[in-house]
Structure formats: structure tokens, C-alpha cells
């Protein structure tokens, strides 16, 4: 086993001119083309008792059993983004306060019990506690004698209508049009009115044939578009935009959901059967979305994100992301599709009414508004990377070239140097506020021996950027064990500068790293980068800060055996040829999403000595911890979503 502190060691063959994510004159990591094969340590996924639903092994595109037996749902944040209105807490969305819904930019809501809220993200998160639909319409006006929303169903032939306030007293009733009208929407519908599985089908009937019944003299002469996306508890919480004549139209019906079907092609997460062609199409058939959550292949033009969930098309490109690492917003990715007319447009119609106010968008401005205030991830280009100028000897190129790629001075933002009595042997890094993230093993209950240095390049010369702070806290994780390296975490609290509340100077060439909440953030084959000070190929201690590109690796539990515990993972390769060696313990590992967000994926740990062939570097998997670095820094130092 390696000694207790590591890092480093690169060969040139492997450290050419690959790519590392802080530096904007090379290509993006995600762009190199390392293919090994990678495993995770079993993800933390917090989840309902496992009810076996069993997928025929030829099936197309649903996913493995293993996935299908954790009965996932929307509420699985491990996999998906929770709502504005709730937050992500030992992998499962719960509601949030009503209070901590953004205030900026929004518009004031409606309620059914006559209440007026400042927020739909309110009026949902009152709703998600209560568990009792309460949207009626947006405006300010919510008085006893103010019209409400209301919908019906009609339980002979199904039809839908509905009720959409103006906002001033009045309204209009109203059918729903057979454009974007599906299983999802008939979900809601069916739910609001005592049908707890939601549909069994979403139908369509012929508005001529309607009126020529003499039963339905009193029909509206009107029809609007209604997207749900699944969660909603009333067809009031959908988008509804596009107000058209319903003459010669098909107008949109539901079937209920009553008992199962004579074959069961899928079973729910919440019991509901629906046939297996539902399944992986984007659409959210189920009415907890787990007929999307595990599939290796979408049907229908619907977009699967790589961590199994399929979305529908239409979220593609709509600026709210949905997959975990962005890829749904990215240009490479919507660019492949083509996206008609949708309720994000919020008003297709020559009305410009309030109560067509789009839900999504009040959505997208709120998870806009909350991700803005946090600041994570992202280097600052704007600072000048010069780099001292030196003479050349004639060992100095060699020296330079197999220890690895150089960063520049200012490159790798978040990277720190952790000092204890004058020595440097461990690395860092930081993760916002007055937090530095390291291993365990690096630190002891001795706060006044370290001190923290930022922005350094050079190992032992201060640059003018660098910044030295004290440590006031050390906080190593509680269940970290020194013999196997097991739990080899640990949180350095800074000093508080004089009179404030802040830890650092302003600094343009600091910047935190995210701290990602899943384990499922970043897949298979991800190409990551390492940093540090640790020795080189030569075995001497490297001089300047250097940089690598590695792989997330497989088959850490075949070579470590019963050394490799929950919360490990490994990166490098195993040929050896990319690894961390002496000196480099405690320093990161960062991953970059679809979106240029670079995420501390791991901690330097441990390993089987330097690049030894088959045994690569051991990291602490950071997302494994992600609870017990919430609990000491709290919500705005830990994570760019799911906030």
C-alpha cells in the first residue's frame, strides 16, 4: 500500500496535448477520447422498500433490473432535479418552506382557498406540503366572490373541460384541445378528480359529433392546449396557452384508471400497470415518471440523459436543464431536434390574457434566480496566465515534461496547498465560503499548525495572486478509519477576517468548485483531471502546480479486494500509465459537465504505489459524503442545483 500521503505521476506519452477543463486554450476534457472501461461504488440512492418488476432480458429499452428494483420516481434526486418548490435530501425531493421561494421576478398566484400567494413556486410549495391542489389562476385578485379554476370529467364519455378564470372576476369555460393532450396530462386530470393511479389512456373525441348530441347544447366553443409535465396536482398547474375554435377539431378526453389490465407490460413504482411500448418514450405514463427513470434506449424522439432517464423532446433546449450534467442544454445535443410550437412559448394565440402566463417559465426564472446566487464551478477567464520567465538549463526540459503538464499560474482556481509547520504534503481544495474540502489522513485536531494557501504556483513561492489563511476548524469525517483509509474525508474552516464575515480577500484567481450531490453525476468512461505538487516519474517532488487528464476506472474491487470500501472509486488507468503519486494526497479530482461546470468528484487517497499496472489510484467518491458536507457547511456553500 502507498504511504499516507500521494499524488502525480504522468507519463509523457499520456500528458501531451490533452485537455484539462480551467484552461480555456485547450480543447474540453469531455472532448478527449480515453475509452476504459469505469465502475462506480454502488450509488446512494435513498428509496421505497425495492418490489421486484420484472423486464423480459430481450426488452429493447428499458434497463436492468438491478435499476427497475429501486422502484425510482421523479422524487429520486439522485437521477433528476427537484422542482423549485422542493429540495434534494438524502436523495429524495421534499417540500420546501414556502419562504424560501425566490421573490424576484415573479408573478403573484391565485389560490383556491382564496388566498393570495407571492409565487407559483409558493403555491406549489403550500400545495407539496398540504398535499391538496391549490393553484386557480394568476393575478392579484383572490377574493371569495373571484371565480376559481375548476375542471370536470365526464365519467360517460370522458371529456374534459375546464373552467380558466380571468383574473378579474370573470372567465371562461373551455375545452382542451387534442394537441399536446397526452397520458401525462390525463394523469392530472384523473388525479384531481378522485383517481388516485391517474389514466389508463388519454382519448379524443370529435367536437362536431359532440355538438350534434342534443346532450351537449351548452358546449364551449373553445378549446386551449394543455402540456403537463406529470407532477401536477391539477390541470390548473399545467401550461395552458393557445386558445383556438373547436370547431372541426378533435377536443382532448380521459380514460380512467381503474383496475389493472388483463397483461401487465410494466409495473409502476405506485402499483399502476401500463404496457411496456409506455415506457422510456419521455411521456410520464405512470404518474410518478419510474416508467422514464431506467432505460438504455428512448422511444418516440424522446431524449435520454446518461443517466438512464428518458425526457420528452420538447425539453430539449427549452433553457431549464434536466439532465444532471446539462446534456439536454447543450448545442451539440439540441441541435439534433427539431422543436415545434410548445407551452414554454407560454402565448401562441392573439391573446395576451394573464391567465396565460406560462407555468414553465415562471419555473426556468426560478431556478434561475436560485442558481445565480450561487457561484461554483466556474474559472475566471478574465485574469492574464503569465508565467515567470526562466533560463533553461539543460536538465530543466526533461524535468518539466516527464513530471507532467504544467499548469499556468492561475490556472486551476480551486486548487489549494495545505502547509502544516512549514511543509507542504497534502493538496485541497476549495468549495466555497470558508470551506476546503481534503483527506483525513492529511489532517489532525490541530488547527493552529496548518494554514491554507490559495492561488499558489509554484511550491515554494508565493505568486502575487497567492493568498495564505489560517484554519480556525478541522472536522475529520467521524467513522474514518487510518488503517484502510476508509471514510478519508475531512473539512477545513477558515478564519473569519477581522470585522467580517468573509475568509478571503477578493480574489479574481479563486473560484470554488461544485460539490456534486449523486453519485450519478458524472458516468462511465468520463474523462476527469487531477492536479497537485506530488512527485513526479523521476520520484522527485514536483516544483510547480501540474495537471493530468484521467479516466474513471473499473475494477477496483477485483484488485483491492476487501480494501476497497463504500465511498471509493478509482481514475487513472490501468496500464499505470496516469496516476497519483507522494504528495499529492488531498488534492482533486474534477469532473466537467455539458455545461462547463466542474464538479470535485474526488479526493486523493490511496492506492497500490506509484502507476502500478492494474491497481489504480483510490479516491474518495465525494457525492458519497454529500449529507455530512452539508450538515457542517450548510445549503449555499455545497451545490450549484438541487438547492
Not at 439522485?78 to 421576478?105: M, N, S
Not at 378526453?253 to 399502476?272: I, L, Q, S, V
Not at 507532467?404 to 481544495?429: H, M, S, Y
Request: glycine residues 8%.
Amino acid at each position: 500500500m502507498r504511504p499516507g500521503s500521494f499524488f502525480l505521476l504522468f507519463l509523457l506519452i499520456v500528458c501531451s496535448e490533452s485537455a484539462n477543463p480551467p484552461d480555456p486554450d485547450q480543447p474540453s476534457a469531455i472532448d478527449q477520447q480515453v475509452q476504459l472501461q469505469v465502475k462506480f461504488p454502488n450509488p446512494v440512492v435513498t428509496t421505497t422498500t425495492p418490489k421486484t418488476t420484472k423486464a423480459p432480458e430481450t426488452d429493447e429499452f428499458l434497463g436492468s433490473q438491478e435499476c427497475l428494483d429501486k422502484k425510482l420516481t421523479r422524487a429520486s434526486c439522485g437521477l433528476v432535479f427537484c422542482p423549485p418548490w422542493q429540495r434534494c435530501i438524502d436523495g429524495h425531493c421534499a417540500c420546501k418552506p414556502p419562504y424560501l421561494c425566490p421573490t424576484e421576478g415573479v408573478e403573484p398566484v391565485c389560490g383556491q382557498n382564496h388566498r393570495n400567494y407571492i409565487s407559483y413556486c409558493q403555491a406549489m410549495a403550500v400545495s407539496c406540503r398540504t398535499k391538496t391542489p391549490l393553484m386557480s389562476h394568476f393575478g392579484k385578485e383572490c377574493k371569495v366572490n373571484i371565480a376559481k379554476f375548476r375542471s370536470s370529467l365526464d365519467e360517460a364519455t370522458g371529456l374534459i373541460k375546464i373552467f380558466l378564470p380571468d383574473g378579474s372576476g370573470g372567465g371562461e369555460n373551455l375545452l382542451v384541445c387534442q394537441q399536446r393532450w397526452d397520458v401525462a396530462a390525463a394523469n392530472v386530470a384523473c388525479k384531481e378528480h378522485n383517481h388516485p393511479l391517474g389514466a389508463a389512456s388519454a382519448d379524443t373525441l370529435d367536437y362536431n359529433s359532440l355538438v350534434a348530441n342534443s346532450d351537449n347544447k351548452d358546449l364551449p366553443s373553445s378549446c386551449v392546449s394543455v402540456r403537463c409535465q406529470g407532477y401536477e396536482t391539477s390541470l390548473a398547474e399545467c401550461e395552458i396557452y393557445n386558445k383556438v375554435n373547436a370547431t372541426d377539431r378533435k377536443v382532448a378526453a380521459a380514460t380512467c384508471y381503474k383496475e389493472p389490465p388483463a397483461e401487465c407490460g410494466f409495473t409502476c413504482a405506485n402499483d399502476k400497470c401500463i404496457y411496456r411500448n409506455q415506457t422510456c418514450d419521455g411521456v410520464d405514463d405512470c404518474g410518478d415518471r419510474s416508467d422514464e427513470m431506467c432505460c438504455k434506449k428512448c422511444r418516440n424522439g424522446a431524449f435520454r440523459c446518461r443517466t438512464g432517464v428518458c425526457l420528452h423532446k420538447d425539453a430539449v433546449g427549452d433553457k431549464v436543464i434536466d439532465c444532471l450534467d446539462g446534456a439536454d442544454e447543450s448545442r451539440k445535443h439540441n441541435t439534433d431536434f427539431t422543436r415545434t410550437a410548445t407551452a414554454t412559448d407560454a402565448v401562441n394565440s392573439t391573446q395576451n390574457l394573464p391567465e396565460y402566463i406560462s407555468r414553465k417559465n415562471e419555473t426556468r426564472a426560478n431556478r434561475a434566480h436560485l442558481e445565480a446566487k450561487l457561484f461554483c464551478g466556474i474559472p475566471n477567464r478574465d485574469i492574464t496566465d503569465d508565467t515567470e520567465t526562466e533560463e533553461r538549463g539543460r536538465g530543466s526540459r526533461r524535468k518539466r515534461v516527464v513530471g507532467g503538464i504544467p499548469a499556468k499560474p492561475t490556472q486551476i482556481q480551486w486548487q489549494v496547498a495545505l502547509e502544516e509547520n512549514r511543509r507542504i504534503d497534502c493538496g485541497g481544495a476549495y468549495i466555497g465560503g470558508c470551506w476546503v474540502l481534503t483527506a483525513a489522513h492529511c489532517v489532525r485536531q490541530n488547527p493552529s499548525a496548518f494554514k491554507v494557501k490559495f492561488s499558489l504556483w509554484k511550491k515554494f513561492r508565493a505568486q502575487g495572486t497567492t493568498d495564505i489563511v489560517p484554519v480556525e476548524d478541522i472536522r475529520i469525517h467521524p467513522n474514518y478509519v487510518p488503517s484502510t483509509y476508509e471514510n478519508d474525508i475531512a473539512l477545513i474552516k477558515l478564519e473569519k477576517l477581522p470585522y467580517t464575515e468573509k475568509c478571503l480577500e477578493d480574489n479574481p484567481a479563486i473560484r470554488a468548485v461544485c460539490v456534486p450531490w449523486t453519485t450519478q453525476l458524472f458516468q462511465p468512461n468520463h474523462t476527469c483531471s487531477i492536479s497537485g505538487w506530488g512527485r513526479t516519474a523521476d520520484g522527485r517532488s514536483a516544483q510547480v502546480l501540474l495537471w493530468a487528464n484521467v479516466s474513471l476506472i473499473s475494477g477496483c474491487e477485483s484488485s483491492y479486494k476487501n480494501r476497497f470500501k463504500p465511498g471509493m472509486m478509482c481514475a487513472g488507468d490501468l496500464e499505470g500509465n496516469v496516476d497519483s503519486c507522494q504528495g499529492d494526497s488531498g488534492g482533486p479530482l474534477v469532473c466537467e459537465d455539458e455545461l462547463g461546470v466542474s464538479y470535485l468528484w474526488g479526493i486523493v487517497s490511496w492506492g497500490e504505489r506509484c502507476g502500478q499496472q492494474g491497481f489504480p489510484g483510490v479516491y474518495t467518491q465525494v457525492a458519497h459524503y454529500f449529507e455530512w458536507i452539508r450538515l457542517h457547511t450548510g445549503w449555499p456553500a455545497v451545490t450549484k442545483f438541487n438547492s
